[in-house]
């Protein structure tokens, strides 16, 4: 075999070694390949970046309530920023936000994060759930922070079922409960009310 050729075999073997070492590693339990995800919108505007965000609504099609907002907000500046709103262009309805503690505005930190939606973290809650999307649409949200201003995003409309179920609407509809049906009509020998004497009292017929 010539030099030239036992080079080419020498690299070609170095290239098959290198592409196992990676699908080794790739293979490990940590592998990004293993953790499947469902598509979620992201974008970023300024110093803000948004990550895992979409729209959740009740867990069945046609249940009542409201409709939340799930997203994770990062701060790249030195500055901290607030959430002022989050609206739904092309309905009237509106996004209620709530600070994950207290009454406060939902505060971005500045390098840091924050987490909208689950247990313990700030929501963002749209009343009228069926009004402002349908479960496998699309639908445009538009974030307003302090200082970057309105950035617009195309969330996917989800139920909150499987990954999603922890990050959905804490306010689920619940039947009306039935009151116990009241016993009608005369009152009988020995009802509340009534003596002994005029249980007992003989018939003057």
Same mark, same amino acid.
């Given at each position: 075999?010539?030099?030239?050729?036992?080079?080419? #075999?020498?690299?070609?073997?170095? /290239?098959?070694?290198?592409?196992?070492?990676? @699908?080794?590693?790739?293979? &490990?339990?940590? +592998? =990004?390949?293993?953790?499947?995800?469902?598509?979620?919108?992201?974008?970023?505007?300024?110093?803000?970046?948004?990550?895992?965000?979409?729209?959740?609504?009740?867990?069945?099609?046609?249940?009542?309530?409201?409709?939340?907002?799930?997203?994770?907000?990062?701060?790249?500046?030195?500055?901290?920023?607030?959430?002022?709103?989050?609206?739904?262009?092309?309905?009237?309805?509106?996004?209620?936000?709530?600070?994950?503690?207290?009454?406060?505005?939902?505060?971005?930190? #500045?390098?840091?994060?924050?987490? /909208?939606?689950?247990?313990?973290?700030?929501? @963002?809650?749209?009343?009228? &759930?069926?009004? +402002? =999307?349908?479960?496998?649409?699309?639908?445009?949200?538009?974030?307003?922070?302090?200082?970057?201003?309105?950035?617009?995003?195309?969330?996917?409309?989800?139920?909150?079922?499987?990954?999603?179920?922890?990050?959905?609407?804490?306010?689920?509809?619940?039947?009306?409960?039935?009151?116990?049906?009241?016993?009608?009509?005369?009152?009988?020998?020995?009802?509340?009310?009534?003596?002994?004497?005029?249980?007992?009292?003989?018939?003057?017929?």
């Amino acid at each position: 075999m010539s030099r030239s050729l036992r080079h080419g #075999a020498l690299a070609a073997t170095a /290239i098959v070694f290198s592409i196992a070492s990676l @699908a080794a590693c790739g293979a &490990g339990n940590d +592998a =990004a390949t293993l953790q499947i995800r469902p598509d979620s919108a992201a974008t970023t505007s300024g110093d803000i970046s948004i990550q895992n965000a979409n729209l959740i609504t009740q867990p069945e099609p046609k249940a009542e309530g409201p409709a939340v907002v799930s997203a994770t907000l990062f701060n790249n500046g030195k500055e901290q920023q607030t959430l002022e709103a989050i609206t739904v262009p092309g309905t009237s309805t509106t996004v209620k936000l709530h600070a994950a503690e207290g009454a406060g505005p939902v505060v971005v930190p #500045a390098g840091g994060r924050v987490i /909208i939606g689950g247990k313990g973290n700030a929501s @963002a809650v749209i009343e009228n &759930g069926h009004e +402002a =999307a349908q479960d496998g649409n699309v639908q445009r949200v538009v974030f307003k922070l302090s200082s970057t201003g309105e950035i617009p995003l195309s969330l996917l409309v989800v139920p909150a079922t499987s990954f999603f179920k922890d990050f959905g609407p804490s306010a689920l509809p619940t039947a009306p409960s039935e009151s116990p049906a009241t016993p009608t009509g005369s009152a009988t020998p020995g009802a509340p009310g009534e003596t002994d004497t005029e249980a007992d009292a003989p018939s003057n017929d």
